[in-house]
């Protein structure tokens, strides 16, 4: 059991270039999640998908989009990227109800955007 | 005021001592509770869910307070190995779905 996967650990932008963080997990969980984790801030919800085929915005999802493409991945888009989105990004599972129970995490994409 | 609360400390303890944190919270619609432990450059992990009634596990016990609208995490005999952040989560549901990370109160065990 690998949990929560997330690739790329890390990763490095320029301004206006585009990527996809990628999730998957093996815990055959309905609900997962996308965090960012900025020094000072603690970890604010960008997007979230309470079950397969649909999503919900988060605390901050200006400048993301995501996609739950199956009951196990769930990806997190940077379309055109801003030294703003230096961050570290977590992904996130849990079953059962969307935001009432343990989250498992998965080991964090350290980005950032020059 | 922000929604969830937390001394950032860092608490510097020697080790074998007993010590305690609070969290608050500002919504009274606020539903499930959670402390969640970060080692430095790692992902949080949950140490427990709080209950209206109390709960313990092992050396830590965590209690919600709803009146006051904190919650707390004691841990007792302190540990090297419990230094890390602690995290405080409120989350609520149905309707304003929010799920609130509190800053983290840092905790260094003394050897």
């Known amino acids: 059991n690998a949990g929560v996967t997330q690739t790329p650990k890390f990763q490095v932008l320029k301004t206006g270039q585009s990527m996809t963080l990628q999730c998957a997990q093996d815990m055959n969980h309905n609900s997962m999640y996308w965090y960012r984790q900025d020094p000072g801030m603690g970890l604010r919800l960008i997007y979230y998908?309470?079950?397969?085929?649909?999503?919900d915005k988060g605390e901050v999802p200006n400048g993301y989009n995501v996609s739950r493409l199956n009951k196990r991945e769930f990806s997190l888009r940077l379309e055109s990227a801003a030294p703003s989105q230096t961050s570290v990004y977590f992904c996130?599972?849990?079953?059962?109800?969307?935001?009432?129970?343990?989250?498992?995490f998965g080991p964090g994409t350290r980005l950032t955007v020059l | 005021r922000k929604e969830v609360e937390q001394d950032p400390g860092p608490f510097n303890v020697p080790e074998g001592a007993t010590v305690a944190f609070n969290c608050t919270y500002s919504?009274?619609?606020?539903?499930?509770f959670f402390w969640y432990r970060q080692d430095c450059r790692k992902e949080p992990k949950l140490l427990m869910s709080v209950y209206s009634s109390g709960n313990e596990d092992g050396r830590f016990t965590a209690q919600l307070n709803r009146a006051s609208q904190y919650i707390s995490l004691l841990i007792r005999d302190s540990k090297l190995s419990d230094s890390a952040t602690y995290l405080c989560?409120?989350?609520?549901?149905?309707?304003?779905?929010?799920?609130?990370f509190g800053k983290g109160t840092r905790l260094h065990i003394l050897p």
């Open positions: 996130a599972s849990s079953d059962r109800a969307p935001l009432g129970n343990e989250q498992f």
């Open positions: 998908s309470a079950s397969e085929g649909t999503t």
């Open positions: 989560v409120v989350t609520r549901w149905n309707r304003d779905d929010k799920i609130i």
């Open positions: 919504n009274s619609a606020s539903q499930s």
